[in-house]
């Protein structure tokens, strides 16, 4: 379900949007839902945090008056909903340069002292677009692990995982390592709760699940699986054989 999110503090504002998008979504046989219409960025942040794979277009004013405007918000946002469209509505064009200072790419910036006619029309086209794109990627999905660190959920694509390893500590119980091309990520997890997100993972060691997608090859003397990045990585000597087969199986070793 594509979700449509507004953060706008002036009520009068609020609600004239609010009105606008309600009347274009309820006249189309869409797939979405109107999840947040708030005055408030902490309300939109918590949702975002609580509600991990999202994938939403947020309609957000610049001007919150609050500690953060809407392009920093928009940043925070991106975090979390990493495929999300933003657009901004605001009085204060002047202010789109920040854009790319905090590195934010917005899909519009519809300033308010256009005519009601001219506004209504922009967050339609951004809508219709937006919508578009969404359900292009349902049939293009792009798989993500969700996993928190710290106070954030970081959504990591599954074409991006090297491979999981338990804390080497056994005094820590319950914790992983993530590792991709560039970060290295510790969270709470199980080995037996990666191995479920699909066949492209394999538990080559009792404490290691690699992804068969990132596997150059396999040194069966040496016991050792060589990543495309050079990464090397052990297996156990009761799953070289079966790691082999699966790699021969699957076409592509």
């Known amino acids: 379900m594509y979700k449509i999110f507004l953060c706008e503090d002036n009520p009068i504002h609020l609600e004239r949007f609010q009105k606008m998008i309600r009347k274009y979504i309820f006249s189309k046989p869409f797939e979405i839902e109107m999840a947040l219409f708030t005055d408030s960025s902490e309300k ?8 991990p794979n999202l994938s939403g277009l ?3 004013d610049v001007d919150l008056q609050e500690d ?3 392009i920093e918000l928009a940043a925070q946002i991106k975090e979390y909903d990493i495929s999300s469209t933003i657009v901004f509505i605001t009085t204060q064009s002047e202010l789109a340069y920040l854009t790319f200072h905090f590195r934010v790419e917005a899909m519009d910036y519809i300033t308010k002292d256009h005519t009601n006619e001219e506004i209504e029309k922009r967050i339609i086209e951004c809508i219709d677009l937006s919508y578009e794109r969404f359900l292009k990627g ?4 792009i798989k993500y692990f969700p996993i928190k660190v710290e106070d954030r959920i970081l959504n990591v694509p599954y074409n991006d995982i090297l491979f999981f390893e338990v804390y080497p500590d056994p005094k ?3 914790r992983l ?3 991709t091309d560039t970060q290295t990520l510790h969270f709470r997890g199980q080995l037996k709760n990666v191995l479920a997100l699909g066949p492209e993972f394999f538990n080559c060691h009792k404490s290691i699940v690699v992804n068969l997608n990132k ?5 069966k003397k040496k016991r050792e699986v060589v990543l495309y990045n050079g990464d090397i990585v052990p297996v156990s000597k009761r ?7 699966v790699l021969e199986k699957r076409g592509n070793r």
């Open 44 to 51: 939109l942040l918590t949702y975002v945090k609580a509600n």
């Open 177 to 179: 390592i993530l590792y």
């Open 172 to 174: 820590v119980t319950h």
């Open 215 to 219: 596997i150059k090859h396999v040194d």
């Open 58 to 60: 947020y309609f957000l």
């Open 239 to 245: 799953k070289v054989y079966e790691l082999v087969d």
């Open 68 to 70: 953060i405007n809407g």
């Open 138 to 141: 349902k049939h293009h999905h």
